[in-house]
């Protein structure tokens, strides 16, 4: 599978965007996409998953309540919706996946081997 990553931009504190991931190519072994974002000088981390089929979803904790992932299976769609933007979301994003794997709560950098590439988000504070 292809995965590219969109949306990203520069929005100042307290504002919104939608990132977009697009899934292509053979995409029928792949039953989850993941979010994970990198910022300068740190590890990338996860952000979110969900599991194509049913909808379920994983968060991590420092995003719960600000961001909302969702999909559109009929167009190999993902979006993160990321609402009260702070300057520390500030990174760039990517998404994810990897053959028969579903979302698990430990968001893992390594249980994910297809990665698009990111999308940058800047905050201004």
């Known amino acids: 599978v292809q995965l590219q990553a969109s949306g990203g931009g520069l929005v100042q504190a307290g504002g919104s965007l939608r990132l977009s991931c697009a899934a292509s190519g053979s995409t029928l072994h792949y039953h989850a996409i993941g979010w994970f974002r990198q910022a300068p000088g740190k590890e990338r981390e996860g952000v979110s998953c969900i599991n194509l089929s049913d909808g379920s979803t994983v968060y991590a904790d420092f995003v719960k309540g600000r961001v909302t992932i969702s999909r559109d299976n009929a167009k190999n769609m993902v979006y993160l919706q990321i609402n009260s933007l702070k300057p520390d979301d500030a990174a760039v994003y990517y998404c994810?996946?990897?053959?028969?794997?579903?979302?698990?709560?430990?968001?893992?950098?390594?249980?994910?081997?297809?990665w698009g590439q990111g999308t940058l988000v800047t905050v201004s504070s």
């Open positions: 994810a996946s990897d053959p028969d794997l579903y979302c698990s709560d430990n968001l893992s950098v390594g249980d994910f081997t297809s």
